[in-house]
């Protein structure tokens, strides 16, 4: 969900889902921004595609993200400080 001045907001069945649903949201917002920053017209997907990708996400037909992610996140996290443990 994107708050209108207040940022983003994600949820989901576990942290680890929530955080994987809040990452790709912001990288997803980024890359949008980056696109209309460059001044050229956008070449839109047409109907087709887009509903061809919104299907191979459509809960059962992929695992649920953040499941493996998750773990390697922290991973890198004890690498660089355990103090977020605390």
Known sequence: M???NHGL???GASIAEA???IYRLEVAC????????????LIIPSPEIVA???AQWN???TRRYGILE???VLRQ???????YKY
């Open 70 to 72: 998750w773990p390697a």
């Open 77 to 83: 996290l004890d690498r660089v400080s355990e103090s």
């Open 9 to 11: 907001l994600a949820v």
């Open 30 to 41: 980024k890359v949008q921004v980056d696109a209309l920053a460059c001044n050229a017209e």
């Open 2 to 4: 994107i708050l209108h």
């Open 52 to 54: 061809k990708a919104n």
């Open 19 to 21: 955080f994987n649903n």
């Open 59 to 61: 809960p059962g037909v």
